[in-house]
């Protein structure tokens, strides 16, 4: 039982942050990587980055990478997604998810547990 609660979106300016927290409650001593995919209306859900829990090696897409920046908090059990230079095209509603068994952190069938998700909106 991973219960996973996203926290931190709203509504931003382009060229503006905003930083998303993910909390894990519950049996979460399975979990050996956490990633964010995000979800754009009348689009596919996409990956956005992960990292793993033994090396913290991190994952991005190349659409985010040099922008945002995941990083893992061991002793809060949070996972954050600090987002930087923010456009249109990233407007989205952001999912956290927990994977526990192997499988590609790009693919999101390799999680088991999913977040509900929260909305970042970018004004033009």
């Known amino acids: 039982q991973v219960q996973l609660v996203e926290s931190g979106g709203g509504l931003v300016q382009a060229g503006g942050s905003l930083r998303l927290s993910c909390a894990a409650s519950g049996s979460i001593f399975g979990i050996n990587a956490m990633g964010w995919f995000r979800q754009a209306p009348g689009k596919e859900r996409e990956f956005v980055g992960a990292?793993?829990?033994?090396?913290?090696?991190?994952y991005y897409a190349s659409s985010v990478k040099g922008r945002f920046t995941i990083s893992r908090d061991s002793v809060k059990n949070t996972v954050d997604l600090q987002m930087n230079g923010l456009q249109p095209e990233d407007t989205a509603v952001y999912f956290c998810?927990?994977?526990?068994?192997?499988?590609?952190?790009?693919?999101?069938?390799?999680?088991?547990?999913w977040g509900q998700g929260i909305q970042v909106t970018v004004s033009s």
């Open positions: 990292i793993t829990f033994s090396s913290r090696n991190t």
């Open positions: 998810a927990a994977r526990e068994r192997v499988g590609v952190v790009q693919r999101a069938t390799s999680y088991s547990n």
